[in-house]
């Protein structure tokens, strides 16, 4: 290969990255799986033009691939590839043996069901990738476009790979957290508890007075414990000062110059305009990361967060009305329902019903019945 070559090619694939980092960053605050596969597929469409994009989540038996999110030329998530079998033609395969794949003559491929579709729509390039999380495959990535992409477009691939798999994690924790508790059992357990559970017993530390913080920063240290507590964190230190609170941590020694696991948390303090620094301390054989959050991001929630749809639906839950009684009302469907109700608790912090109820109640945007 020439020098030429070789140059244009490092060049396409450092405007792929930093256009796959504008995605990873759309992720931040993201708590259903269902959205951060939309606002994947959505931002590859955007972002490279491409045809159509689309994601796969395995289900719980870990037999069937379901899709749960589709953009560009097709949207919709029911049809004849809503549920692929594990193994089943590409998407199926690339999933049960966990090799990312790429294909400029889609046509000419034995796996694909009409060929003739492929002629007629003009697609002739595809590029898969499986979404692990060590030895647990979470899903499938899968785009499709008209024009040839260059063998480089994986390695790009496998940057917004990393990200989504931490982002769909952290849904996946969330929802469960929140599945596990019940509205006649309401949490309010401090922030510095929520981030120590996360760690040894010993390795975490707090210094200050707890104070309330935005549902985004909260959201944003409740990722960084996560993503620490990976990476085997062996001490951890949360520090509130006048004018900011900071994360303070100390990992082991790794041969990693980039750690895949931190992508999505950068992303996410960065949108909060705070600081985040890793640096390897040689004398120690450790690494240290800091997180840095401004006191204006640590702020009382603010007036009129919760739109008026999610008003609605809070004050039908304080009368008591359960979910398919508010669908019938409403005339919407008990999944959209659902979805009101994990933004209104993604908005107050809450992680039940009735502390969403009493947050809204407190800040005057819920009248009391």
């Known amino acids: 290969m020439s020098l030429n070559r070789s140059l244009l090619d ?15 960053q759309s992720l931040t605050g993201c708590l259903e799986p269902a959205v951060v596969a939309r606002r994947t597929v959505e931002g590859l ?57 790429l294909s400029n003559n889609l046509s000419e491929e034995t796996w694909v069901r ?12 595809f590029a898969g990738y499986p979404l692990t999380h060590g030895e647990k495959v979470l899903g499938v990535l899968a785009v499709f476009h008209r024009q040839p992409m260059a063998p480089e477009f994986l390695e790009a691939l496998q940057l917004l790979c990393t990200a989504v798999v931490v982002a769909l994690e952290d849904a996946f924790l969330h929802q469960q957290q929140c599945s596990s508790l019940t509205p006649e059992e309401p949490d309010f357990t401090p922030l510095s508890e929520r981030l120590a559970s996360h ?16 549902p985004s920063t909260t959201q944003t240290l409740l990722q960084a414990a996560r993503a620490l507590a990976r990476q085997h964190c062996t001490y951890c230190r949360l520090t509130y000062l006048d004018e900011a609170a900071v994360l303070e941590a100390v990992l082991p020694p790794s041969d990693d110059t980039v750690y895949p696991d931190f992508v999505a948390l950068a992303q996410a303090v960065t949108g909060l305009k705070g600081n985040i620094d890793i640096v390897a301390l040689a004398q120690e054989q450790t690494r240290r990361m800091l997180i840095q959050l401004p006191i204006a991001t640590i702020l009382e929630m603010p007036v009129n967060i919760l739109s008026t749809r999610e008003l609605e639906i809070l004050m039908m839950l304080a009368r008591g009305l359960r979910d398919k009684e508010i669908a019938e009302q409403l005339f919407i469907s008990e999944r959209t329902v659902k979805f009101h109700i994990n933004n209104v608790l993604s908005k107050c912090q809450a992680r039940t019903r009735a502390q969403a109820m009493y947050q809204a109640t407190r800040h005057g945007w819920l009248t009391p019945v």
Request: net charge positive.
């Open 199 to 214: 760690f040894a017993s010993g390795c975490f530390r707090l210094v200050g007075t707890e104070r309330s913080l935005s």
């Open 114 to 125: 009409d060929r003739a579709w492929s002629l007629e729509t003009g697609i002739c390039g």
């Open 10 to 24: 490092s060049v396409r694939l450092l405007g792929e990255v930093q256009r796959v980092s504008g995605i990873i």
């Open 45 to 101: 469409v955007q972002q490279f033009g491409y045809a159509f994009a689309r994601i796969w989540l395995v289900e719980l038996d870990q037999t069937t691939l379901h899709l749960v999110a589709s953009a560009g030329m097709y949207t919709r998530i029911d049809g004849s590839f809503a549920r692929v079998p594990m193994g089943a033609y590409k998407i199926g395969k690339i999933a049960q043996n966990r090799i990312p794949f």
